[in-house]
């Protein structure tokens, strides 16, 4: 079995997951593996991919679970053994965490960490409608989805198909919840300090 970390981070859309995934994948050492990422790189490029998820992500749903599983497993198979990934925006369905677990076990390697952000929806279309800030101030590029009915539809969907995947990962003994309304760099020291004294499901 792999000794990679493989660490999967959840929350609704605007918990500020891109910019904790960024600080983790620093301090960790590790390869970031965001979807939301792969899919805009994929707009962009005017792939047959970007082509097939443009008209989900624009209107705040889900892209295909077999779009996204086969994007993901692309990723992870270039991946060294001993190099740890970061999910970030994936899973997003139970049916995705399966196809995961399912991956990781035909690599030897298995999910080893879940932190879950909590944010509070009110607070989250407050954020999303300021607009995307990096640490030092700048705005990032307007996304097309941070429109607040899109944003409101988002939340729909993170409730309906995403947050079961707290159970499913409580019942495995791999989740860790937080809250994320904090400090960026504090909560970043928080997640490392958690995962290195529990040292869970190792
Ligand atoms: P994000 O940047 O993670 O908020 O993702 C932006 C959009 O891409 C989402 O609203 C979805 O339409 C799509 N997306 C990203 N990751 C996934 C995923 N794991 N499964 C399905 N759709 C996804």
Redesign the pocket.
Known sequence: MSSACDMVLLGP?GAG??AQARRLVAALDLVAI???????EAVAEGSSVGRS?EA??????????A??VEL?ERRLAELEPDTGALF??????IA?AEALDACLVRLDRRVSHVVALDVGEDEIVARLSRGRFESDGSQLVA?T?DRPEIVRE?LR?YREQTAPLLGFYAERGLLLRLDGSGEPAALCDEIVAAIGVAGHAS
């Open positions: 859309p997951k891109g965001g979807t939301g990422d792969l899919l805009r998820a989900h992500m624009r209107a705040g749903g889900l892209v295909p679970d779009l996204i993901v970030d925006g994936f899973p997003r369905t995705q996304r989805d988002r969907t």
